[in-house]
């Protein structure tokens, strides 16, 4: 599968991009998916690179997202990409609120988070794991928050969840990992609580083929979108722990073991730039 970043679309996919965005930047819920499913990723991706140009913000990394196999299109893809925007980014030392749609779809994932310190070659897009791994990254430990204005997001599948955002509303960066390459996997582990009840368990080795796979799909995905990633960007690698539903006025946090524990309160996601007199 390959795609170009801006690359046209119908009208049908222009039209729920359009709505999406509205409802994000009016802190909305939406009743169904906003028009015909798009059919494959090619064009799941082309709605959601329409999204990106009408949203108020810049892309500062992505948020990879597992397909099972069964849910997987003609494109092979094991995985998906959402954006993360520069204002969803959150320092986990500031004191963490989560911001859900209320009416919509709202959860936290535990995540390792790649931060590029070098521009992935240009022109290249194919990457193997051993390949990613000689491209230098910093590695950190962060939360997802895993929202959106449509509550059965995830039941309609990766179609949808491309559609809008990747199903990302934010993400929360926590403490560096140092030299994270030479960290055993099975030594990253994580738990995650909700409310002070343990909702799941894992940690790097939950994550399909490691944290390596994951970058190289992110770096192979990017490049063939034509937005190949640069140093700087992020990439939050999947969830460790499973996908936790969580409501506004819910308490959480992650464990991370020695790596640090990032905690927050569920809130509900407030109008962006206006989203409420109508520009939106």
């Not at 690359?7 to 009743?31: H, K, M, N, Y």
């Not at 799941?200 to 063939?224: D, I, K, M, Q, V």
């Amino acid at each position: 599968m390959t795609h170009t970043a801006g690359s046209e679309i119908d009208t049908g996919g222009q039209q729920i991009a359009e709505t999406f965005v509205r409802a994000r930047r009016r802190g909305d819920s939406l009743p169904g998916f906003p028009g015909a499913i798009p059919a494959d990723l090619v064009a799941a991706y082309g709605v959601q690179d329409a999204a990106i140009a009408l949203w108020p913000d810049r892309v500062i990394g992505w948020k990879v997202g597992y397909i099972a196999p069964e849910r997987r299109d003609g494109s092979g893809d094991e995985r998906l990409l959402g954006p993360i925007f520069a204002r969803n980014l959150v320092d986990a030392a500031e004191g963490v609120a989560f911001p859900v749609f209320e009416g919509g779809f709202g959860a936290i994932e535990a995540e390792y988070v790649l931060r590029l310190r070098a521009d992935a070659p240009a022109g290249k897009t194919d990457w193997t794991p051993a390949e990613a791994a000689r491209l230098p990254a910093d590695l950190f430990v962060g939360v997802e928050v895993a929202s959106s204005p449509l509550a059965t997001i995830n039941e309609l599948g990766p179609l949808v969840v491309v559609s809008d955002f990747g199903n990302n509303n934010g993400l929360v960066l926590g403490p560096e990992i140092p030299g994270w390459l030479e960290v055993p996997e099975a030594d990253m582990r994580a738990v995650s609580r909700i409310d002070g009840v343990v909702v799941g368990e894992g940690g790097a080795t939950r994550l399909p083929g490691g944290l390596l796979a994951a970058y190289a799909f992110a770096l192979s995905r990017s490049a063939l979108r034509g937005r190949p990633l640069r140093a700087g960007e992020l990439i939050a690698t999947g969830n460790a722990t499973g996908i936790h539903d969580i409501r506004a006025g819910q308490e959480t946090s992650v464990d991370f073991g020695p790596h640090g524990v990032i905690s927050g309160r569920a809130v509900a996601a407030a109008p962006v730039d206006g989203g409420r007199d109508g520009r939106a």
